[in-house]
């Protein structure tokens, strides 16, 4: 992302005293202390730490200069804020485009994930109907041939009676000759 950014200026407009800043800033910037070699101290100049303790704090500094930002705002053209803009969007999407894929794709392939589960539902219910109507089928089926039994044992148990008694009649007969031919 492209952050564009002013530096601070000073509140004051006398370049007397710009110039006089800047001088004090570069007597104490780090920069300067880097790029000059360290010399021993003499009596004559003043150590680092007395350099440091002579600096200006930051509080007295930002109260010699005093700060406006909309002096710092940069003065950009409509069709630079809209290519800026465009660009951001453009690098976001490029961004989901890479973590999620095409959407175009996923989408297409989501809604025929979801008509074949559709399908699927409707074939399943289908069964499960089919499976239904074959369950009371057979129960019907089983009801008929337990009617059947029903009236064939009832048949049966007429047709017992009707023998029970001249059978155990010839039973008892039987019995008493034996006996007889026994003695």
């Known amino acids: 992302m492209l952050s564009i950014e002013a530096p601070p200026k000073p509140k004051t407009s006398n ?13 104490y910037s780090p920069e300067e202390a880097v790029k000059k070699p360290r010399q021993q101290s003499t ?3 003043p150590s680092s730490e007395e350099l440091i303790d002579e600096a200006p704090s930051p509080q007295q500094f930002s109260q010699n200069i005093p700060f ?3 002096q710092y705002q940069p003065q950009l053209s409509s069709d630079t804020i809209q290519e800026l803009v465009e660009s951001v969007v453009d690098e976001k999407w490029q961004n989901i485009i890479e973590k999620f894929g ?3 794709i996923w989408k297409e392939r989501t809604n025929r994930d979801l008509l074949s589960l ?4 409707l074939r399943t219910q289908d069964r499960f109907t089919q499976l239904q109507k074959a369950v009371l089928g057979k129960v019907s089926e089983y009801n008929d041939n337990i009617s059947n039994i029903n009236s064939e044992m009832k048949a049966l148990e007429k047709v017992f009676e009707k023998i029970i008694d001249p059978l155990t009649t010839n039973i008892k007969e039987l ?3 034996t006996d007889r031919l026994k003695k």
């Open 68 to 70: 406006n930002p909309q």
């Open 118 to 121: 559709k399908q699927e539902l």
């Open 175 to 177: 019995q008493r000759i």
């Open 15 to 27: 370049p007397e005293e710009i110039a006089n800043i800047l001088d004090q800033l570069e007597q």
């Open 43 to 45: 009596a004559n100049e």
């Open 102 to 104: 095409d959407l175009g």
